[in-house]
Structures are given as structure tokens and as C-alpha cells.
């Protein structure tokens, strides 16, 4: 037998032949709802007395992929799509816009279970979930910025070297080997030595008065460096003993060539190279060996008016012993 105003009820009331009442009409009209009266409407699913404008007293499924195709729990909800509570654009599949309150059941993330039965947390350590393939390696960083300056050294012991230093000189008391350890002098060289060489050639011609600085054309030959042809004078590139050839060409007889070697510009402490009184046109020719130093200098003055009208012919080379 049907339950009293349900579906099946109300179509008896109606089946071929059948003569409804006035009451039996206000029963059909009661089971819908009037658009004049949507502010008091309340539908009922599953019950007769809904007290909320929805009620369901059962299991709903909402959405295309549920709905018509799977089963929801007993009195409970399947949702296809986004749920939102306190927000119209939920931004995930439960967006909740305010507080939550868990009483009891726990909360479950993925396979992590956040809150217990019990309504414990978990150690957040223990919320880790398994470890993931490595990453890739970095691309390598930029250069840091030089380090700052190391602090000085602690000064060494006293040495025990027999060598002492002087002006742009070493000196020691000891005899000095090269390829040998037991040299028998002040400088035992066992095998070849190799100087600097320094050698010049100058050729000139002028007209010579008294105390006349020759100038010289430009070197035939400047090995070393020596001869500066812009001052014309020679300036000693090392320590060493130098030797001086000079040869003077005159025109005429009865004339004398006197030449002076001038070291450092000391005109009144001159080195006479050559000094000859020809009696016939010829050529003289003389030689000086003079120790320099290094930076030390020299030049050729005559001192003796040769003619005023011939003109004399000079050379000189020069080059270290």
C-alpha cells in the first residue's frame, strides 16, 4: 500500500475512469511550487518535510562525470569540479574562505596524514614526503671578488752569504767558480765566456780651428751602443778598458794635428791621442788605451788650427779590450 501524498498515491487519483475530489486536486497543486510563493518554497529530496529550501535525505552525485555514472557513499557527495565555501571563484577543488574546524577523523594531504584520529599533529619532519630524483647540476658561479693581502712574513735568520753588496757591484773575498766547484783563482771559468761587444767606426772631414770639437758623420759601425751621434762623444756601456785608434789625412805641408781625447768633459785634464808636425801632405796615426767606467764619457777635440785653407780628414775606432 503507498504512503499517504507520494508519487504513486497521487496517480491513483487520476487512472482512466477515476473522478478526483476537490481534495484530491489541492493534494496535486500542494506537491508543486508556486512561483507567488518561491520566497516560502522548499523541496524536499528523499523527505516530505524539508526544512531548508534543499533537503536530500540521501546520497548526491553533482557533476558530468558522476552523475548517471557512479554511485555516491551513503548519505554522502561526489563533485565533479571546483567546490567553493565563502567564495564564488574557488581557485581549487575545495577552496574555503575562512576558518576550518577538524573535530576528530584527522586530515589526510596525498598520502601524508597531517592530522590523526585523534586530532594530534604529526612531527613536521615526518610530513616529508619521499625523496625526489636529484636535480640537475647549477651552471657555475662568477669569479669571487681577490682575497685580501696575507700578512707579512716573519723575517728569516741572518744569512751566511760571502758575497756583499756595493754600487751596482757584488764583491766577495773568496775565489769564484763558473762549472767548477773548486776553483783555483779569483775567477776559475771552466768552459767559454761570451762579453758584450762594443766597437765604432767614424769617418769626418772638417774645416779644424784651435780647441774645435771634431764632429763626426754618422758610425759606420755602433756595436753596443757606444757612440752617441747626437753629442758625439762615446758613453761607456760597461766597466772595462777601451782602446782608441785615430788617423788624420792633411793636404798640405808644414801642418800639424794635435787630437785630445776629453774624459767626462774635463777640458783641462786632456788624454793627447796624436801630436805630429808633417813636413810633406800625408797622414798621421796614433792609438790610446783608457780605462772607463760605465756611464763614463768621451770626446775628440783638435788643438791646433790645421789650415785655414785645406780641409783635414779624420777617423777613429774605438773598442772594448
Known sequence: MNEPN??????????????????????????????????????????????????????????HAYAGN????????????????????PLAELHVNGAAIIDGGGLT?????????????????????????????????QDGAPGAPGADGKDGEPGTSLWSDGVEEVTT?????????????????????????????LNGMEKVESNFQIKFNAPETNEGGGW?????????????????????????????GELRLIKNHE????LFLLWEQLIAQGSMSNSLAVPLQKGESITVFANQTISDKNVAQFNLTGYRL
Open 6 to 63: 507520494s508519487r504513486d498515491n497521487i496517480k491513483d487519483y487520476f487512472i482512466t475512469g477515476a473522478i478526483p475530489t476537490q481534495e484530491q486536486f489541492e493534494e496535486l497543486l500542494d506537491a508543486f511550487v508556486h512561483r507567488h510563493h518561491e520566497s516560502e518554497a522548499r523541496v524536499g529530496l528523499g523527505t516530505s518535510a524539508p526544512m531548508n529550501i534543499l533537503d536530500v535525505d540521501g546520497s548526491v552525485a553533482i557533476g
Open 70 to 89: 557512479r554511485e555516491a557513499p551513503d548519505n554522502g557527495l561526489l563533485v565533479d569540479g571546483k567546490v567553493g565555501i565563502g567564495t564564488g571563484d
Open 109 to 141: 594531504i596525498g598520502e601524508i596524514e597531517v592530522i590523526n584520529a585523534a586530532g594530534e599533529w604529526h612531527d613536521p619532519a615526518a610530513l616529508q614526503g619521499p625523496q625526489g630524483d636529484p636535480g640537475q647540476n647549477g651552471q657555475d658561479g
Open 173 to 201: 773575498d773568496v775565489n769564484v767558480g763558473i762549472q767548477t766547484k773548486t776553483p783555483e783563482t779569483a775567477l776559475h771559468v771552466n768552459g767559454f765566456v761570451t762579453k758584450q761587444q762594443v766597437a765604432f767606426t
Open 228 to 256: 752617441q751621434e747626437g753629442t758625439n762623444e762615446f758613453i761607456a756601456p760597461e766597466n772595462g778598458t777601451y782602446l782608441f785608434l785615430s788617423n788624420i789625412i792633411i793636404r798640405e805641408a808644414g801642418q800639424g
Open 267 to 270: 777640458l783641462q785634464s786632456p
